[in-house]
């Protein structure tokens, strides 16, 4: 079965989303993937925390695949304010399947992008807010 549904949709998405594609040239700043339709436009800084300004501004975003995306908004993974990868170990526990997905990129630095580099004050807000938050 089928229903209508109204939903809420995000006003300038696909501005965020092309400007993150352009500044890291269609690459996954994580992994290097460079498959359009698995990359997300990330918000470092959550959207529902962020101002209008901060929605689109592409210092709160990174260009991620869909798996570390998800990694990422969950707080399984973060960045630190040197660009680096950091795992939350009390949310990720050590397995060969975890251990090749999300640690082998722990300690990595992330590929910056052209302009708008990543922000330390979203960094720090996803850090104390996501990362660390709910921690098992």
């Not at 993150?20 to 990330?42: D, E, F, H, K, V």
């Not at 399984?76 to 640690?103: A, C, G, L, P, T």
């Amino acid at each position: 079965k089928e229903r209508t549904a109204l939903t809420l949709q995000r006003v300038n998405q696909s501005y965020f989303r092309n400007s993150l594609m352009q500044n890291y040239m269609r690459t996954c700043c994580m992994t290097g993937i460079r498959i359009p339709a698995l990359l997300i436009a990330s918000h470092i800084k959550p959207w529902k925390a962020s101002t209008p300004a901060e929605k689109t501004a592409a210092s709160n975003g990174l260009l991620l695949n869909a798996f570390h995306d998800r990694a990422f908004d969950q707080g399984f993974i973060s960045i630190d304010d040197d660009y680096r990868i950091m795992v939350n170990h009390d949310k990720v526990k050590h397995s060969e399947v975890n251990d090749k997905w999300i640690y082998e990129f722990e300690g990595h630095t992330i590929t910056l992008p052209a302009v708008g580099r990543p922000s330390h004050e979203f960094i720090e807000y996803h850090h104390k807010h996501v990362f660390l938050a709910d921690a098992a």
